[in-house]
Every structure is written in structure tokens, then in C-alpha cells.
């Protein structure tokens, strides 16, 4: 190679000729070469993916290109190959717990230079005008839907582009494979543990010890919150404790909720399974809430009664916005919070995908280029 996209082709060197006898001089012709990212994509509705290659996408004044060398597989990234959200163009390519080095800068990028270690959750771009953008919630931009970092592909590839300012410094000391989880999934549970922590002592129930509730358990222990692990498995009790938990209980277990009437001040569903959700807001005290991060398979249900009379609410988190993402990763190297992880090649999507919808994966599944 001489400089990317070129290829240089040498001729003999200077001496005898093996057809003709005649000396040449040493030349060199070059010839470009067509840069293509290679990846990974659903090609149309719930298929498997198919490897994919495609032109990268021309850089505008705030982009970065970064090569991929890990990336996180999220639930988010079946749903959207499903097209659960109603919103995924195809060909598809998924992926966006991204952590990769900055190979190309937009002509007004700061802060950033070639060679640096950077990670992109969810979110690789947004409007930056509208009223949310412009007061620093630009994690709920109008513009949402088109914000994703997948558009228009996504970290299931050998490179991405994203506008930079989403583009976010990886601690030093922090493994690829923990931040990429942690930029998508960390930020998830953080956000609202962090929104919600007051001055006094406080009892949160996780809801789900899954990708992102055996995250949420080592955050609220790390914030110092009183943690009730709340699962449907009770293989899952020694290792809930394990992760900081001082409780468990079994989601299906109505007479130990019982006992927890008008006890918790935060409740953090981050399952994608059944709850009952009456029984759950039965626990929460006066003024708390319950904070919904996954998608339930079933209505959302709750006594209106119980929601006056005790104040009670029920709400969503979606990710964080920028600040709280670069707080979440410096909190997170200071308390040794790590994800579970399995790491598998990227050639292995297919089977990785596989894993997540049997439940298998504990609990995240990182993929490697």
C-alpha cells in the first residue's frame, strides 16, 4: 500500500529483462482503490443478517469516521431488525454500542484527532436546535427517530460514521468490550438512578436482572441506594447479591410483596418479560415512582386509586444526554461497575443474535472485528 486508497504496482527492478535482455528503470504505477466498509445487515424483515458492503457516507463538518473494533449487541438491535418501532429502512445493518479509533475528521471537529479511542451509544447525532437540544437534553430531540447511530449503518461493520460531538473519550484504563456495553446499557440505568438519588436514604427495586438490571444493581449499590433485586428466576438470587444486592425477591412471590407494601421509593423495571404491575405499585411509597427502561410484553397496568391517594407515578428513562453519559463512564471506572460480557467475533452476529433471543446470553454479548 502507498496511502490509503491507493495501490502501488512495481515493475522489475533495474537489470536484466527475463524476456528481452533489456534494462528498465523501477516504475510504479498507482491505482485507486474503491473504499468500501464492510459489514453485516438484515437485507429485509427478520432475517438473519447477510454480509453487507457499502460506500461510507461522505463526512459533514462535525463527523468523524471511527474503525470499528468492538461492538456491544443489544436487545434494542432485535427489535429493530423486527422493526418493532416501525421505523427500520432496509438493508438494515444493526449495532450501536460502538467503541472504535477516529480514522477521518470533519473540517469543524474539535477535541478530537486521529488515533483516538472513542465510544458512541445509541445516539450518534441530533437536530441541535430544537428547545431540547438547546437546553442539553439532546437525548430527546424531535429528531429522534433519525438520530440513531445506525443511521445510515450501523456498528455491525468495519467502520461507522456519527457526528463527533456523540462521539465519546474512553476512559484510559477501561477495557473496549466494558465500555461498549456500558454506552448503551449503562446509560440506560444510570440516568435515572442518578435523576432520582436525594440527600436521604432511599430503598429501589430492580425489576429484572438481565443485560441492564445486573448493571442497575452495581450502580444503585455504588450511588448508595438500599437494592431489592426482583427477578422470575431464582438461579439468579446468589448472583444478584453477588453484584450488590441486599435483597431478593421472586417476581411471582405475591405474599413477599406483600410484606413490602408502601416500602419503595424507586422501582426500575428493565425487564422485557410479564410483571404485575398492580402488585409492583402496591410496594412504592408515597411520592415514588416507577420507572419503566424495558419494553413490557404486556400493558402497563395500575390502581388509580393507589396512584392519588399515595402520589405515586409511573414514568420513562430514555438513554441520557451527553454530560450525563461522560459522568456515567468516569463514575463507573471509579467504582469497578462492569457488565457480564461474552465476547464472540463479528463474524458470529448470526448465532449472537440466536443467543439473546433464547435468553441465554449473561448478559451482554460483545462482538469483535
Excluded at 479509533?101 to 450518534?124: H, I, N
Excluded at 431489592?228 to 405474599?255: M, N
Excluded at 414514568?315 to 468516569?330: C, D, P, V, Y
Excluded at 462492569?338 to 435468553?359: F, G, H, W, Y
Aim: include cysteine; charge should be neutral.
Amino acid at each position: 500500500m502507498d496511502g490509503p486508497g491507493q495501490l502501488c504496482i512495481w515493475a522489475s527492478p533495474l537489470g536484466k529483462d527475463h524476456r528481452g535482455g533489456k534494462a528498465i528503470q523501477k516504475q510504479s504505477v498507482v491505482v485507486p482503490l474503491k473504499s468500501v466498509v464492510s459489514g453485516y445487515a438484515a437485507m429485509t424483515l427478520g432475517k438473519e443478517l447477510v454480509p453487507f458492503e457499502y460506500d461510507p457516507p461522505v463526512l459533514k463538518e462535525h463527523d468523524v469516521r471511527v474503525d470499528i473494533t468492538h461492538c456491544g449487541l443489544c436487545y434494542t438491535d432485535v427489535h429493530a431488525i423486527d422493526d418493532y418501532y416501525g421505523i427500520t429502512k432496509f438493508p438494515f445493518v444493526p449495532g450501536h454500542e460502538v467503541v472504535g479509533r477516529v480514522t477521518e475528521l470533519g473540517s469543524a471537529v474539535t477535541g478530537l484527532k486521529k488515533g483516538d479511542r472513542v465510544g458512541m451509544g445509541w445516539q450518534g447525532r441530533s437536530c441541535m436546535k430544537c428547545e431540547w437540544c438547546l437546553r442539553g437534553d439532546e437525548h430527546l430531540c424531535k429528531e429522534v427517530a433519525h438520530n440513531g447511530v445506525w443511521e445510515p449503518f450501523g456498528g455491525f461493520s468495519s467502520s461507522i460514521s456519527v457526528d463527533s460531538r456523540f462521539a465519546h473519550a474512553i476512559p484510559s484504563a477501561m477495557n473496549s468490550e466494558i465500555a461498549a456495553v456500558l454506552l448503551c446499557a449503562g446509560i440506560s440505568v444510570y440516568n435515572p438512578l442518578r435523576s432520582n438519588l436525594t440527600d436521604r436514604p432511599m430503598k429501589i427495586g430492580v425489576v429484572g436482572i438481565g443485560g441492564l438490571g445486573h448493571l442497575a444493581i452495581q450502580f444503585a449499590h455504588a450511588l448508595g441506594y438500599e437494592v431489592t433485586a426482583i427477578s422470575s428466576s431464582p438461579g439468579k438470587k446468589d448472583e444478584a447479591l453477588g453484584l450488590g444486592a441486599d435483597h431478593f425477591i421472586l417476581a411471582g412471590d405475591r405474599e413477599a410483596l406483600r410484606k413490602h407494601e408502601l416500602s419503595f421509593d424507586l422501582h426500575l423495571y428493565t425487564a422485557h418479560s410479564d410483571v404485575d404491575w398492580t402488585m409492583l405499585s402496591f410496594t412504592v411509597r408515597n411520592n415514588g415512582k416507577i420507572v419503566v427502561l424495558g419494553f413490557s410484553k404486556v400493558p402497563v397496568k395500575f390502581e388509580s386509586l393507589e396512584l392519588v391517594v399515595h402520589q405515586q407515578s409511573i414514568t420513562g428513562s430514555f438513554i441520557g444526554n451527553r454530560a450525563m453519559m461522560r459522568e456515567m463512564l468516569s463514575f463507573a471506572q471509579e467504582h469497578d461497575i462492569k457488565p457480564k460480557i461474552e465476547l464472540m467475533p463479528m463474524s458470529k452476529v448470526n448465532e449472537a443474535i440466536q443467543r439473546v433471543k433464547d435468553n441465554k446470553a449473561r448478559y451482554r454479548i460483545v462482538l469483535v472485528n
